[in-house]
């Protein structure tokens, strides 16, 4: 854990349906390596628990299944303090009152704000109930593993 402030790993989705599954596979895999001293979310009810969640964090990496039309497993990346995310790329499946776009953009108005927000959007293509995510999704699953744990390192150093 920072000195600063807690890192927060998110993974958003739904694990019965198909790519969508992508974000909670990330954020699991991430506990599994982690267990002590990072935060670990991944059943997100609502945007306004996310808000909650990060707000203070010195880190928070969130994962969700994206869908843009390019081809399943590519990586979108995005510095949310920096640059808006793109409403769309992220609301396809929603179940959420607001997604993660209107998360952040909620959490700017409000002040809450961890103090690095880094989001990774996995293109997905498959939304089947039942069925299993595709082999592009998990290889770009463990691309983004791989950065989020160099972001820890990263952050736990910077402490």
Not at 60 to 77: L, N, W
Not at 94 to 113: C, D, R, Y
């Amino acid at each position: 854990m920072s000195a600063k402030g807690p890192i927060l790993i998110v993974g958003l989705g739904n694990r019965y349906r198909g790519d969508d599954a992508v974000g909670i596979i990330v954020a699991e895999r991430i506990r599994a390596e982690f267990p002590d001293d990072i935060t670990v979310l991944s059943e997100i009810p609502d945007g306004a628990v996310l808000i909650e969640a990060w707000d203070g964090a010195s880190l928070c990496c969130v994962t969700d299944c994206a869908v843009s039309g390019k081809p399943a497993g590519t990586i979108h990346r995005f510095n949310a303090l920096e640059r808006k995310l793109p409403e769309k790329l992220f609301s396809h499946f929603s179940t959420h009152t607001f997604n993660l776009s209107q998360a952040v953009e909620l959490g700017k108005i409000l002040g809450k704000l961890p103090e690095q927000l880094k989001v990774f959007g996995i293109e997905g293509s498959n939304f089947k109930a039942g069925v299993e995510p595709g082999e592009e999704i998990l290889g770009a699953a463990e691309a983004v593993i791989a950065e989020i744990k160099k972001a820890i390192e990263a952050e736990r150093n910077a402490g």
